[in-house]
């Protein structure tokens, strides 16, 4: 019809769909790196949606389009944080069977996991207690955490006092906080920390100190 009235204009675009959803995932996605550079250098507590919407330049609308609450923001900030940073887990303990190399093993590697990525953890845990919306997350991370430790005193028997006690020691021992104090305030390296802190899971966990190694130079 349009022809013999001699129109020829354009037909009507079709909806591209595909290319609609490429776009939402892309700002998605610059939200997320937003939000994730302002928790691990200004910390959660100290960003506001402004922030956030302003380094994804995007509006604050749509900032809260994409994540209506914080617990959803905060959900998506951590799995990208594990995505690029993937932490130490079970795995670094296959091979070792000895109640001493597994501690070791256990808190070297995640000390030289904080080398890397520590400083960043840190103003994520400092901020974790002040913002009920975050603890929830945190919390899980630390859970994770706590399983390693008692994967590497799976030599011990559980629920024994001396394995309450070492639990305790090397939860405190794996925690970033204790990192930072001992590498970052007190000047210690990684390793000098790593066996600090694991000569004193062993001391509690009753382990003969003639029969664990010497610290590492």
Same mark, same amino acid.
């Given at each position: 019809m349009s022809s013999l009235f001699g129109y020829h204009g354009p037909m009507p675009r079709k909806y591209d769909l595909g290319k609609r959803k490429a776009l939402l995932e892309d700002t998605r996605r610059r939200i997320v790196e937003a939000t994730l550079h302002l928790h691990t250098s200004k910390g959660p507590a100290r960003t506001s949606m402004q922030d956030i919407a302003r380094l994804a330049d995007v509006s604050q609308v749509t900032a809260y389009r994409h994540f209506p609450t914080l617990s959803d923001l905060f959900g998506a900030c951590k799995s990208r944080f594990l995505e690029k940073y993937p932490p130490p887990g079970p795995e670094i303990l296959e091979g070792s069977q000895s109640l001493e190399e597994r501690v070791r093993t256990t808190i070297l590697k995640l000390y030289r996991y904080y080398d890397v990525i520590g400083q960043a953890l840190w103003?994520? +845990?400092?901020?974790?207690?002040?913002?009920?919306?975050?603890?929830?997350?945190?919390?899980?991370?630390?859970?994770?955490?706590?399983?390693?430790?008692?994967?590497?005193?799976?030599?011990?028997?559980r629920n024994t006092n001396s394995y309450r006690r070492a639990l305790a020691v090397l939860s405190v021992a794996i925690d970033v906080g204790t990192w930072r104090n001992l590498v970052r305030l007190?000047?210690?390296?990684?390793? +000098?920390?790593?066996?600090?802190?694991?000569?004193?899971?062993?001391?509690?966990?009753?382990?003969?100190?003639?029969?664990?190694?010497?610290?590492r130079r």
């Open positions: 103003a994520i +845990q400092r901020d974790a207690e002040v913002l009920p919306e975050f603890k929830a997350v945190f919390h899980e991370s630390m859970a994770s955490l706590i399983s390693l430790a008692e994967a590497a005193l799976a030599p011990l028997v007190q000047g210690f390296t990684s390793e +000098q920390a790593a066996e600090l802190m694991a000569e004193l899971v062993l001391d509690v966990a009753g382990v003969n100190r003639d029969s664990v190694s010497s610290p």
